[in-house]
C-alpha cells in the first residue's frame, strides 16, 4: 500500500516514525509524499501538553473525514486505513475510539513493531484495534531494537538519531511522559554502537542519541555487560563509555545527546567531553524554572544553584560551549516573584537558545490535582517576556563569537534563502553563509563569523 507516516511532537517520535517506516518498506509498502496520495495514513501522536495533543487528534479527524468522503472543501484521497500511534493512545486508552469513531487501529509506545500486522488485519476487514502496552512493558523487538540503520535515512542523510534510552523513571510533577512511554529500558551498548557503525558506514556523519534524560543510560538495566571489552579509558558510567565507544568508529564526524539532566553533568562525561572530539559542546539541559520553591515542587531533584554548578563545569573547560533549556511558566502557584527568579537564574546561565512553554495541565499527574491558577494571559505575558530576553541574550551571546572560525556541518542551501548555504557548528548554532566554491551537504567546512542575530550566525566560507 501506498502509506505516508504524519509525525508530531519530539525527536523521540520522529525516529520511532522511520523505524515504523523501516518495517513497512520491508512489509512491501511504498511511502509517498503526499497525503492525496496515500492509502494509508498514520499518525505519531504527542501528548505532552493538551495543544500537542488537539493537533494530532484533529488530524487524525481530517484523515477520517476523507476515507469517509466528508472531507473539508470535498478533498477526496485515495486513503483507506487511518491508524493513530504513539503517546495519545496510551493516555486515552479505549476512549480514543470515542474521539474518533472512524479510526483503524491505535497503537500505544513499546508495541510499534506490530504495526505491518495490524494493516494486515485492517485490510481482512478488522476495525478499531487498540494496542496499549502495560505500565512497565518490557518493549520487545522494534520497540526494544529500533534499529532503522538499513532503512530510511534519518532527518537528512547524513544526520540521523538513534534512540538509546527509552522511557522516563523521573516522575517530574507535571509530566505525562513516565505514564506514557513507561519505565526507563537502556538499549545493549553493543547494539547501539552498531547501530551507528552501519549508519556510519552509509555516509551518516552525524548522530544524535536519544533519550528523555539520557545521561541515565545504563542505570535501571545494564547497557554494558561482561562480555563487552573494558572500557579502555577506564569509564565506569555507562554513557561516557558509550561515548568512548562511539568516537572510536571511523567515517563519523559528530555525536550529539539530548535531553540531560543535570545530575548527569559528572566528572566522568566533563572528561569524556575533553577527550573525545566527536561529542558535540552542545547539551540541551531543561531547567524549567529558577525558584528553588518551584523546582522542589516539580520533583526535579536540583536546587538553581546546583543547575547553575553543573553548567559551570561544562564551561571551565570549554567557555564557547552552548547550553540550551526548557522553561515552564505558570506552574501552579507561580508567583512573580518565583517567574522573576526564573528570569534572572536565565541571565546568569547566559543560555544560547530557550524553549518556553505555558503549563497545561496533564491528566494523572501530581500537579493536575493542584489549582491551574495562573491565568492564561499570564502565561502568555511571561512567555514573552522570556522570550524577549531570550532574543537580546541570544544576540549578545552570538556577537561574541564574531570574528570566530566555525567548524560546520553542511545542511545544504538556507531554508529562507536559497543563495546562501546553511549548517550547524559544534554548538548547534545555525551558521549561513555564501557558497563560494561547490560543496556538498555533509561536509565539513571552516567558516569565519562576521555577522550575528538572536538565532543564526552569518559567515565567509574560510
Ligand atoms: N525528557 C525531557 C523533556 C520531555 S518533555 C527532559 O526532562 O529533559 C519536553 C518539555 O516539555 C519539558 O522539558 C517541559 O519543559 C515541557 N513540559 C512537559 N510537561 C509539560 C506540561 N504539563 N506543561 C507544559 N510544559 C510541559
Ligand atoms: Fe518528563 Fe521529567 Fe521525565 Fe523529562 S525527566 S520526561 S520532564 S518526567
Redesign the pocket.
Known amino acids: 500500500m501506498k502509506y505516508l507516516i504524519r509525525t508530531y511532537g519530539c525527536q523521540m517520535n520522529v525516529r520511532d516514525s522511520e523505524a515504523v517506516g523501516a518495517l513497512l518498506d520491508a512489509a512491501g509498502h511504498e511511502r509517498v509524499a503526499e497525503e492525496r496520495d496515500a492509502e494509508l495514513v498514520i499518525v505519531n501522536s504527542c501528548t505532552v501538553r493538551d495543544m500537542a495533543e488537539r493537533k494530532a487528534i484533529g488530524k487524525c479527524g481530517n484523515l477520517i473525514a476523507m476515507k469517509e468522503g466528508r472531507g473539508k472543501g470535498g478533498e477526496t484521497g485515495k486513503v483507506k486505513v487511518v491508524g493513530l500511534m504513539g503517546c495519545a493512545v496510551k493516555r486515552m486508552g479505549a476512549d480514543v475510539f470515542k474521539s474518533l469513531p472512524g479510526l483503524d487501529f491505535a497503537v500505544g509506545p513499546r508495541r510499534f513493531g506490530l504495526i505491518p500486522r495490524l494493516v494486515e488485519r485492517c485490510l481482512a476487514g478488522e476495525r478499531r484495534i487498540l494496542e496499549v502496552p502495560d505500565a512497565d512493558e518490557v518493549p520487545t523487538g522494534l520497540d526494544a531494537h529500533p534499529d532503522t540503520s538499513r532503512g530510511q535515512s534519518g532527518f537528512a542523510c547524513f544526520q540521523s538519531y538513534v534512540t538509546v534510552l527509552l522511557g ?1 523513571d ?3 510533577s507535571y ?1 505525562i ?2 505514564d506514557v512511554r513507561g519505565h526507563e529500558y537502556s538499549r545493549p551498548a553493543r547494539e547501539v554502537v552498531a547501530e551507528v557503525a552501519a549508519l556510519a558506514s552509509r555516509g551518516v556523519r552525524e548522530v544524535c542519541l536519544l533519550g ?2 539520557v545521561l541515565r543510560y545504563g542505570m535501571r538495566n545494564k547497557a554494558w555487560t561482561e562480555a563487552d571489552a573494558p572500557s579502555p579509558g577506564g569509564y565506569t558510567e555507562a554513557f561516557p563509555r558509550l561515548l568512548e565507544a562511539l568516537n572510536g568508529i571511523d567515517g563519523l564526524a559528530r555525536i550529539r545527546f539530548t ?1 540531560a ?1 543535570p545530575k548527569g553533568c559528572t566528572d566522568e562525561l566533563v572528561r569524556a567531553y575533553r577527550e573525545f572530539p566527536k561529542a558535540c559542546r552542545h547539551l540541551h539541559l ?1 531547567v524549567q524554572s529558577g525558584s528553588d520553591r518551584v523546582l522542589a515542587e516539580m520533583g526535579r531533584h536540583y536546587t538553581r544553584a546546583e543547575y547553575l554548578a553543573a553548567i559551570a563545569k561544562l564551561r571551565a573547560f570549554d567557555p564557547e560551549f552552548a547550553i540550551t533549556t526548557d522553561i515552564i511558566v505558570g506552574y501552579p502557584g507561580e508567583t512573580e516573584a518565583d517567574f522573576e527568579e526564573t528570569r534572572s537564574l536565565m541571565e546568569e546561565a547566559g543560555f544560547d537558545n530557550a524553549f518556553v512553554f505555558k503549563y497545561s495541565p496533564r491528566p494523572g499527574t501530581r500537579s493536575a490535582a493542584l489549582p491551574d491558577d495562573v491565568p492564561t494571559e499570564e502565561k502568555e505575558r511571561r512567555d514573552q517576556v522570556l522570550l524577549a530576553d531570550q532574543q537580546r541574550r541570544g544576540l549578545a551571546r552570538n556577537q561574541k563569537l564574531i570574528g570566530t572560525v566555525r567548524e560546520v556541518l553542511l545542511e545544504g542551501p538556507s531554508l529562507r534563502n536559497a543563495a546562501r548555504w546553511s549548517g550547524r557548528d559544534s554548538g548547534n548554532r545555525i551558521v549561513v553563509f555564501e557558497p563560494t566554491r561547490k560543496l556538498a551537504i555533509g561536509e565539513l567546512v571552516q567558516v569565519k563569523i562576521t555577522e550575528a542575530h538572536p538565532q543564526i550566525l552569518v559567515g565567509e566560507l574560510a
Do not use: D, E, L
Open positions: 522516563c523521573n516522575r517530574c509530566c511522559v513516565p528523555q534524560s535531553s539532566h531543561p
